[in-house]
């Protein structure tokens, strides 16, 4: 549907062949290129898969400093300080840093991949399905600390998901793309009243409901 191009597009991961984008009325030139230090710390990406999201060789303290020394121009004291405050932000020991990727689940390298999205304060996270490649147990953990999160800090979260559960838990503004287009827009409420676009309709049955099946098997 082109959600994921949308996505790396805004953050300027790839450069879009036509229109133009404009975040708090600064436009957004179409690549890194040229984006101030400002616009890279207003928006940050979070990527569905945190096993191609961090470097193997970097330890979890290193990743989490990065940005903080060269968005935020910190030291490397209260880089270090900041790294520790993020790590116990989303759920993790300090003594993690000293940790490689391989060292860590897949839940806590998504952790950590949270941690450093929110490292340079953003106002605007990119959620690219950061679930989806989690076992379901840990799914609830990592959606429940977004939450929580933007709760605290107060930034906007563009989640994107082909779950309408998980976007009716967590959105409250929806948009539903198909083919590259924006079908239809609205509070996430609007998508349980028809009519809807054949894709929203498609959306919605893939939804699991529980009483339904009970009645089936009863």
């Known amino acids: 549907s082109g959600k994921t191009s949308l996505a790396r597009a805004i953050a300027g991961l790839v450069e879009r062949s036509g229109g133009s984008l404009r975040f708090e009325m600064m436009p957004l030139p179409p690549g890194l290129r040229g984006r101030s230090s400002e616009v890279l710390c207003c928006l940050q990406i979070v990527f569905q898969n945190p096993e191609e999201a961090l470097n193997p060789y970097l330890s979890v303290g290193e990743t989490l ?7 935020l121009g910190s030291s490397r004291a209260e880089a270090d300080e900041r790294v520790a405050w993020l790590l116990e932000t989303v759920g993790l020991a300090p003594d993690y840093a000293r940790r490689l990727p391989g060292q860590l689940s897949g839940g806590q390298k998504q952790r950590v991949a949270i941690a450093r999205a929110f490292a340079p304060n953003p106002r605007l996270l990119i959620a690219d399905e950061p679930v989806t490649s989690l076992d379901v147990s840990v799914q609830a953990s990592i959606l429940n600390l977004l939450v929580e999160l933007q709760a605290r800090h107060g930034n906007a979260t563009l989640f994107i998901s082909h779950d309408l559960a998980v976007v009716g838990y ?3 503004e929806v948009a539903v793309m198909y ?11 609007s998508l349980n009243r028809a009519p809807y676009h054949p894709y929203t309709e498609m959306l919605l049955a893939s939804v699991p409901i529980i009483g339904a099946v009970r009645e089936e098997i009863g």
């Open 65 to 71: 400093r990065r940005p903080i020394r060269r968005l």
């Open 179 to 189: 083919r590259g287009q924006i079908m239809e827009t609205g509070p996430v409420q």
């Open 170 to 172: 967590l959105a409250d």
